[in-house]
């Protein structure tokens, strides 16, 4: 059974994990190396999956669903080192697209499949 998870739970179940270690967090920019690696990951299943590129018999079996959780555990691990709380970040940024994105979109009219009739 998958247990319901917050971003405050999930900085600290991360925090606890690499606090086992002396090495700690990596640096500001092997973090991001990192996250531009699992990036690339994600890149490829998506592009194995619903791209014209069919994976090797040679190639390991892996998934989009493993390959987010890859990108997200290390954006989580970019955020613990800078000290940064990702349930404000998430705040600030959709508040952001609430507020810029408001009238750039069509909204979705409840019982009105498009607004041609």
Same mark, same amino acid.
Not at 60 to 76: A, M, P, R, S, T
């Given at each position: =059974?998958?247990?319901? @998870? %917050?971003?405050? %739970?999930?900085?600290?179940?991360?925090?606890?994990?690499?606090?086992?270690?002396?090495?700690?967090?990596?640096?500001?920019?092997?973090? @991001?190396?990192? =996250?531009?690696? &699992?990036?690339?990951? @994600?890149?490829?299943?998506?592009?194995? %999956?619903y791209g014209e590129k069919?994976?090797?018999? $040679? &190639? +390991?079996?892996? +998934?989009?669903?493993?390959e987010l959780g890859d990108?997200?555990?290390? @954006?989580?691990?970019?955020?613990?080192?800078?000290?940064?709380?990702? +349930?404000?970040?998430?705040? $600030?940024? =959709?508040?952001?697209?609430?507020?810029?994105?408001?009238?750039?979109? %069509?909204p979705i009219r409840e019982?009105?499949?498009?607004?041609?009739?």
């Amino acid at each position: =059974m998958t247990k319901e @998870l %917050t971003l405050k %739970t999930a900085q600290r179940e991360v925090d606890d994990y690499i606090s086992q270690f002396r090495e700690g967090y990596f640096s500001p920019l092997s973090m @991001l190396a990192r =996250m531009s690696e &699992e990036v690339g990951e @994600l890149a490829r299943e998506v592009n194995h %999956t619903y791209g014209e590129k069919p994976k090797k018999s $040679t &190639e +390991n079996e892996k +998934n989009i669903e493993e390959e987010l959780g890859d990108v997200l555990f290390v @954006l989580i691990c970019f955020a613990n080192a800078q000290g940064i709380d990702l +349930n404000e970040s998430f705040d $600030t940024v =959709m508040n952001k697209f609430n507020d810029r994105d408001r009238d750039r979109w %069509t909204p979705i009219r409840e019982g009105k499949e498009d607004d041609d009739g």
